[in-house]
Each structure stands twice: as structure tokens, then as C-alpha cells.
């Protein structure tokens, strides 16, 4: 089992950064890849940036250029860095880990944290 805990959402104005921690615990060692994932109000979860373990990073296309995602593998703690916020980025912001084995996907997650940005 992992477990996942989330910081950082909060209130801010257009324009502004806000940046999300996610820190894990348990058998991180068996996760393979560690992602953001964001839900808005009537509109599907969707998956904002991961990072691999070899350290690749992906991001939706929505936010390349203005969202960065790193980590600390000393902490096992990933960051979401969100500068240039949009209204369109109010979502409920959830951490992921994901094992993959044998083509065996186990998805763990966050309890998720707010982020709303005002016009």
C-alpha cells in the first residue's frame, strides 16, 4: 500500500502560482510513476502532468508551459508548480501513484485539494 497526502490548493486571482505537494508513504518503492490529475465541475478527471521514474515528465497540453512537475525522491514528495493560472484551472487537484507489474496497473490517490482561481 501507498499513501498519499496533499498540500497546497487554496484561492488565488489569475495570473497568479500556486504550488501542490504530495507527499507518500509505504511501499513507494513499487511505484513506478507519480502524476496530477485534476477534476472541474462537470467535466471528467483528467491527467494535468506525470513523472516516471527515469525522471520523463508529460503534460496535458491545456497546461504545457505554465505547470511543472518535479520531485524529490529523497522525501518521496512530488510537486505540481502552477504559474499563469487560468479560471479554466479550478479543479479538484488529486496525486497519483501508479504501479505497474506485469501489466497490472494499481492506482493509488490523494484525498485530493481545491484550487480555484478567480477572474
Known amino acids: 500500500q501507498v499513501q498519499l497526502v496533499e498540500s497546497g490548493g487554496g484561492l488565488v486571482q489569475a495570473g497568479g502560482s500556486l504550488r501542490l505537494s504530495c507527499a507518500a508513504s509505504g511501499r513507494v518503492f513499487e511505484v513506478n510513476v507519480r502524476a496530477w490529475y485534476r477534476r472541474a465541475p462537470g467535466r471528467q478527471r483528467e491527467q494535468v502532468a506525470r513523472?516516471?521514474?527515469?525522471?520523463?515528465?508529460d503534460y496535458a497540453d491545456s497546461v504545457k508551459g505554465r505547470f511543472t512537475i518535479s520531485r524529490d525522491s529523497a522525501n518521496n514528495t512530488v510537486y505540481l508548480q502552477m504559474n499563469s493560472l487560468k479560471p479554466e484551472d479550478t479543479a479538484v487537484y488529486y496525486c497519483?501513484?501508479?504501479?505497474?507489474?506485469?501489466?497490472?496497473?494499481?492506482?493509488?490517490w490523494g484525498q485530493g485539494t481545491q484550487v480555484t482561481v478567480s477572474s
Open positions: 497519483n501513484a501508479a504501479k505497474v507489474r506485469g501489466g497490472v496497473r494499481t492506482d493509488y
Open positions: 513523472i516516471v521514474n527515469d525522471g520523463s515528465t
